[in-house]
């Protein structure tokens, strides 16, 4: 099944179960208010979510109105916890490479993680803030939601606790990076809010595509307009899903409503020119990666960071064609918060 939050009822929205082609919804007051609710009381409300869903395929929802991802918070707009990881090992190695950093020496044995702000987790259509001081950079990447796991569970149980998926832009700020990090402590001002998908799925959604904690399909990402990357999600991911919680869980218990993300969807490429979806490359998820390509080839980075009236839309889907968790689509404004949020139309390919 797919659920949405609605921006209605309050600062958590209301929860709504969203038909499988994205068109039609139905709020469910009846057997939770919130998605957090329903994550809380899993057991009991799962089933009854499932049968609105069957309903609404059937078209036999009395209640339903039609959906637009446009008034959608994020499926969580409030989080108990955000952890993200960095499970595609490419990613790492370039971004390490574009601030000068070392590896760590235990990189394909222990995974990277950081704890983001999740007290404001932003919808598909929130326009980001761009200053050009800032290097504003977009990092397409999967998440999922858990249930409550127990401090020490394994992957196998850490995998068994996914409860949905959704797809996430983890916003970056680039020129801030290297001296934040180099202070100790982590991100703070060079991550502001990560946004994501307007839907939020179960795993048995993916079908086939879902297999051993990876997602198998392709990471799609659309730059004003153009393809930027259709990267296949599930190749490169080192470290799947059920490692990451169980590594994030190692110590201490994650209670319902946590949100683990993969890091930014990631595959070597074979030389700038050859990584360009329109030469029928796999393109980059972020433009970090694209920008290190130039600098190794060219010397230099050609291609600027995001600035006011830049669009980005992150998208997967599924083998019929049809949008999975619908797109995150988000124009940049300045850092006074002025410009054009509206959505873009939908590309055609």
Not at 107 to 116: D, N, R, S, V, W
Not at 329 to 338: F, M, P
Request: proline content about 7%; glycine content about 12%; aromatic content about 4%.
């Amino acid at each position: 099944m797919k659920l949405a939050s609605l921006n209605r009822g309050g600062r958590d929205g209301t929860l709504a179960v969203v038909s499988r082609d994205l068109t039609r919804c139905q709020t469910v007051p009846e057997i939770a208010r919130t998605l957090q609710a329903a994550l809380d009381d899993w057991p009991r409300c799962a089933p009854r979510l499932t049968e609105v869903a069957c309903h609404l395929e059937a078209a036999h929802a009395r209640h339903a109105e039609p959906f637009d991802p446009a008034t959608c918070l994020a499926p969580l707009p409030r989080a108990y916890q955000w952890l993200d990881g960095s499970a595609y090992l490419n990613h790492v190695r370039l971004a390490r490479q574009a601030r000068g950093a070392a590896l760590p020496p235990d990189l394909e044995a222990i995974p990277l993680m950081y704890q983001g702000g999740s007290d404001d987790l932003a919808g598909p259509c929130r326009p980001l803030r761009a200053d050009p001081a800032w290097g504003l950079d977009f990092e397409a990447e999967l998440a999922v939601i858990t249930g409550d796991v127990p401090a020490g569970m394994d992957a196998d149980g850490g995998l068994d606790a996914v409860r949905l998926l959704m797809l996430a832009n983890d916003v970056s700020l680039r020129h801030l990076v290297p001296a934040e990090l180099a202070r100790g402590f982590g991100f703070v001002q060079s991550k502001p809010s990560t946004s994501f998908s307007p839907v939020a799925i179960t795993p048995d959604e993916l079908g086939d595509a879902w297999q051993g904690g990876r997602v198998h399909r392709e990471m799609r990402v659309d730059l004003n307009g153009k393809p930027f990357a259709r990267v296949p999600a599930g190749d490169g991911m080192h470290c799947p899903f059920g490692a990451l919680i169980a590594h994030a869980a190692r110590t201490r218990r994650l209670g319902a409503g946590t949100i683990v993300g993969s890091g930014t969807v990631s595959l070597a490429q074979n030389g700038l020119e050859a990584s360009r979806v329109e030469r029928g490359g796999q393109g980059c998820c972020c433009l970090l990666e694209r920008r290190l390509l130039e600098q190794i080839e060219l010397g230099h980075a050609k291609t600027p960071y995001l600035a006011e009236g830049d669009r980005v839309r992150i998208e997967m889907l599924d083998g019929l064609g049809l949008s999975l968790f619908g797109a995150i689509d988000q124009g940049v404004v300045n850092g006074n918060g002025r410009g054009n949020p509206r959505p873009s139309a939908k590309p055609k390919t």
